[in-house]
């Protein structure tokens, strides 16, 4: 249930409803607009008569949120929200374009992407310091060594850091040093790693599960939010189907969907949904024109010897190319790079 107040509703107003929904048993969230404040109930409000709201002079109407995730529901935040990462903004036209390699192998090796991908307008680094693979056999990664590396390149060029957390074990390290902390598609529906994120001071990117429909994605930040964290960006990165000649099969649709369900920023990572480089440009500009909030491009500077996704990796020139293309697109659609 929500209960959206008259435009330009005092303070006092807004308190003095928040009390009537608490005396009955409800938590509230409030959103404060421009014009008008919406208060969120949450609870059980099946045994709650939205009359005893309705009257109150400065209530506009009272609505039923039929979703189970509420603090996403665009109905509970009808403006778009907007994600601060140390000082670089996403969503509602800000563009996050995250940029890196795979896996982090060597200072010098990141140092060298992190210029070349700030130079062609990228705002973050992604790297891999702990690499989750499907066989046990592969690379997986340099782990704290490999964050270390992070940290350091972020001193050296002024990017805002992106990496994996893995393990709730890691957690306060990711607070202390990361920036921006992702979830992956095979956490997506870790529900004790989820609630244990909204203790994070961080913003999470939270990327869709492999199988995973769109209220489940939606879910899975919902259990963050309601933890704590509000400071959620969505990430579209493929889902498994029936086709094999690609790694997973982007879903474009996504994005429209999630900005009708959802108020939370949604990027794109075009790198991990086709598996191969030849496809990172054409999905990441068709991504842009559908209202994609950002992308997150692989981009590896020997990509014919990455340790980790070679061959779905963007050289630098042909990052940098693409990031023009990308600019055009996002000047005609009214988002800032």
Known sequence: MIIVLKPHTTEENVVRVENLVKKHGLDTHIVRGQEMTIIGCIGDTTAVDPKFFEVDSSVDKVMHVQEPYKLANRAFHPENSVIDVSGVKVGDGHLA???????????????????????????????????????????????????????????????????ELMSADYIDLFNEKV??????????????????????????????????????????????????????????????????????????????????????????????????WWLVEPMSKAAIAAGADGLMVEVHNDPECALCDGAQSLKPAKYDALLKQVRQIADVIGKTM
Not at 105 to 125: F, H, P, R, T
Not at 179 to 184: F, N
Not at 197 to 204: I, N, Q, T
Request: proline share 5%; glycine share 10%; charged share 25%.
């Open 97 to 163: 374009l995250i940029a890196g390699p795979c896996s982090i192998e060597s200072y010098d090796q990141v140092l060298e992407i992190a210029k070349a991908v700030k130079a062609s307008g990228a705002n973050m680094l992604r790297g891999g310091a702990f690499k989750p693979r499907t066989s046990p056999y592969s690379f997986q990664g340099l782990g704290e060594e490999g964050l270390d590396i992070l940290c350091k390149v972020r001193e050296e060029v002024g990017l805002p850091i992106v990496t």
């Open 179 to 276: 920036d921006l902390v992702q979830i992956g598609a095979r956490n997506m529906q870790n529900f004790d790693l989820l609630k244990q994120l909204g203790k994070l001071k961080r913003p999470v990117l939270l990327k869709r599960g492999l199988n995973a429909t769109f209220d489940e994605w939606i879910m899975a930040a919902e259990y963050i939010m309601a933890s704590g964290n509000e400071n959620v960006i969505l990430c579209e990165r493929g889902i498994r189907t029936f086709e094999t000649f690609t790694r997973n099969t982007l879903d474009l649709q996504s994005i429209p969907v999630m900005n009708r369900k959802t108020h939370l920023p949604i990027i794109v990572d075009p790198s991990h949904a086709g598996g191969k």
